[in-house]
T-cell receptor, first 117, second 114 residues
């Protein structure tokens, strides 16, 4: 069963507009973490933001914020005032505890964001 | 800064060859991971290791094996490469214990099997 769903394969957004990238997840664990990564065309994966399942406040990191709605099992990434350098692939990922007490990430299929000048 | 390095950025191998992909991290991380990335499929976990000489299968381990003889090094082995293993391979590492820690990724190896 798919545990992370990103329903937007691609998005085009005008520069300086805000962007919301959707992510829904499925887990029966009470303790889990949600991550967003950015992958520019160069290929490296860049960590953007993290939200823990017990965190009451939505996470923010500069222009990035995470709209965490636990009851709806969604963890959307919001980028304010988009820039040309934001053009990249974005992945949502969830971390659950594995059987051995160590954690692995499950990734969504990604959203390719293109910022238009 | 955390650094995860992979032995090659690009690799071309023939069907049936044995292929080694090496990954080294310099932050004393307990956990190390191998993923493959394919268009439309995102990243899929092949194997991971949470300690030296320990390994655990991920979601798509068939056709692969791994080795972790030292804490900083995690190798992915394709025993007999096939064309359907043409892909981007990403190595990652993280601290163990708790859901808080992000994974740090290497630059990736684009493997082509002909």
């Amino acid at each position: 069963a798919q545990k992370i769903t990103q329903t937007q394969p691609g998005m085009f957004v005008q520069e300086k507009e805000a962007v919301t990238l959707d992510c829904t997840y499925d887990t029966s664990d009470q303790s889990y973490g949600l991550f967003w990564y950015k992958q520019p065309s160069s290929g490296e994966m860049i960590f953007l933001i993290y939200q823990g399942s017990y965190d009451e406040q939505n996470a923010t990191e500069g222009r990035y914020s995470l709209n965490f709605q636990k009851a709806r099992k969604s963890a959307n990434l919001v980028i304010s005032a988009s820039q040309l350098g934001d053009s990249a692939m974005y992945f949502c990922a969830m971390r659950e505890a594995s059987f051995f007490g160590n954690e692995k990430l499950t990734f969504g299929t990604g959203t390719r964001l293109t910022i238009i000048p | 800064d955390v650094k995860v390095t992979q032995s090659s950025r690009y690799l071309v191998k023939r069907t049936g060859e044995k292929v080694f992909l090496e990954c080294v991290q310099d932050m004393d991380h307990e956990n190390m991971f191998w993923y493959r990335q394919d268009p439309g499929l995102g990243l899929r976990l092949i194997y991971f290791s949470y300690d030296v000489k320990m390994k655990e299968k991920g979601d798509i381990p068939e056709g692969y094996s791994v080795s972790r003889e030292k804490k900083e090094r995690f190798s992915l082995i394709l025993e007999s490469a096939s064309t359907n293993q043409t892909s981007m391979y990403l190595c990652a590492s993280s601290f163990g214990g708790g859901t808080l820690y992000e994974q740090y990724f290497g630059p990736g190896t684009r493997l082509t099997v002909t």
